[in-house]
């Protein structure tokens, strides 16, 4: 395995850790909103 392709799957690993976490995060927003939003 030569140092670009290690640095490009670190590469892809960090993106794709980033994804999942802003994706969480996002659904975490929309329960909160729903939450917090509710008509009475």
């Known amino acids: 395995m030569t140092d670009a392709t290690l640095l490009f799957s670190e590469f892809m690993i ?12 996002h659904k975490r927003l929309q329960r909160a909103k729903a ?3 509710t008509p009475p």
């Open 14 to 25: 960090t993106l794709y850790n980033g994804f999942s976490i802003r994706k969480e995060s």
């Open 35 to 37: 939450l917090f939003y």
